[in-house]
């Protein structure tokens, strides 16, 4: 079945990086769009970053543009979040899942654990 393992989370400072990391498996991850969703206390759950199958296009958030890349290692079947210039507003749980929009039909049910990532002095 499909399933999303994410790590990488942890406690950044302001300005900081952390790199995050998610292990799929269960589906052809090469032929998919990927995404990273995160999740803050008492928000909801919202799209930061997509990247297409063949890596030629990359979408971001507006509050994350110029500090987070995506990337992703389809032998590894790995997809990652480079975060730097961590902010506080960044403090949330990371997730990632399948597809480039919360409504595509790509997107899988069953979600991961997810990463906590606490951005704080």
């Known amino acids: 079945q499909v399933q999303f393992v994410e790590s990488g989370g942890g406690l950044g400072q302001p300005g900081g990086s952390l790199r995050l990391s998610c292990l799929a498996s269960g589906f052809p991850f090469r032929t998919y769009f990927m995404s990273w969703y995160r999740q803050a206390p008492g928000k909801e759950r919202e799209l930061v970053a997509w990247i297409s199958n063949g890596r030629e296009t990359t979408e971001y958030i507006d509050s994350v543009v110029g500090r987070f890349t995506i990337s992703r290692d389809d032998a590894k079947n790995t997809l990652y979040l480079q975060m730097n210039k961590l902010k506080p507003e960044d403090t949330a749980l990371y997730y990632c899942?399948?597809?480039?929009?919360?409504?595509?039909?790509?997107?899988?049910?069953?979600w991961g654990q997810g990463t906590p990532v606490i951005v704080s002095s």
């Open positions: 899942n399948r597809g480039a929009h919360p409504s595509a039909s790509s997107v899988s049910s069953s």
